[in-house]
């Protein structure tokens, strides 16, 4: 069958990727999935169902005779972690469907969802990519449909790098969707949305190794050099619920933390250690077989294309204004290096062991350079703090600096109307 004909465009099948840790948003996904559809026929369900016996939201009895649906149901006790559950969908689940849609479980879809989709990469095949649509959804909220849906589609920009060596990817709009007619260049993939041919997913395994932080970087560069090409959708097809008010306390670590395990918190750190040997900034002696870099391009390849440097942890000016790949191409190596600039991410936490008085009227949050020059200040203003002084909740938030200069010590300094400036406390950064 010609995978450009209408008769594969109406009836190809798609694999829909769903694990479900605990979900009060399956039922709902798989239903608006089915019901959006322009043929609900040709939509086949690979779910991972982690389930606790006393919940009641996450019943799939109705849909076990219909042959679309392939279930694997898993006590929850026994979860180990998202690529876990991803890895028993396509190496138990997935057969010979035409294209997979890695998804995770809360969801909602425009109408003809599934012929946008195969449009769009029938559309960057015949391009002579070898797409995979990928990206962070807009979002929608559970509690405020369809009024809390997003109304534009967005892009997956970095943030940061993580100390520990992974990138902090977040989302933004996609600027000039308004005149796009075809899929957008993409830096990283998106756990929660890949849609692509069978073979991605056969090809690009899930290591179990992985509890949850790192697995897009994982998926990105991966994809990347086994020679996929990544967009971004350039209209909204489906929605993702990124706050997660409904499953409160009910998460794999709330669960894990509530039987007084912690083996969720070292296992993250095992996937991290694999991952910076995945980018080359160490050797910590894993046998990365079957979840290797490919060989059809490399990793400076990739890093070229996103404008990323992983041992400097630092981005090029123009990822960092979030233009759309691949970057400007710099070919001679000394000149790329110095394109870059350093990213460093902290997370400020005050609390009033640190600043002990109740009369700021703002607090300073400064980070200084070896020489004490100040490359990038926040200034925490009273109306903001309040809970700080009356109920002595600590001060929590993250902040990414990209700059030429390295910080090496962040100031958290309390200023008073009647004290001027006050106690303060000095932290020095750890600098690769």
Known sequence: MSRDSNIDMMNSKIFVHLPAYREPELIPTIEDALNQAANPKRIVFGICRQYNPEDTFDNLDKYRKD??????????????????ARAIINEELLEDEDYVLQLDSHHRFIKNWDKELITMHSTMEKDGYKPLLTGYLPEYKPFEEPEGRSKEPWFTRFNSFYPHGTIFIQPTLLRGYENATKPIPARFCSGHFCFG???????????????????????????????????????IVIWHATMREERSGILAWDD????????????????RAKIRQLLKTEDNGFDLTGYDLGNIRTLRQYEKYAGINFKLKAVQEYTAHDKYPPNPLIIDEERWLDSFMKSTYHLVHITPEDLTEKDYNFILVAFDDKDGENIESKYIQKDEINEFFSEGKPIHFEMAILSA?????????????????AERKEIQLIND
């Open 405 to 421: 200069k390295k910080p090496t010590r962040v100031v958290y300094w309390g200023h008073s109307e009647e004290r001027g400036w």
């Open 67 to 84: 042959k679309r649906f392939k279930i694997y149901d898993m006590h929850y006790e026994k979860a180990k972690g998202l690529p876990y």
């Open 197 to 235: 041919r069978n073979e991605w997913a056969k090809e690009i395994k899930h290591d179990t190794d992985i509890y949850f932080a790192g697995e897009e970087l994982n998926l990105t560069v991966r994809s990347y050099t086994h020679g996929y090409d990544l967009f971004h959708p350039h209209k």
């Open 256 to 271: 894990q933390h509530k039987r007084g395990e912690t083996s969720w918190w070292s296992q993250q750190d095992i996937g």
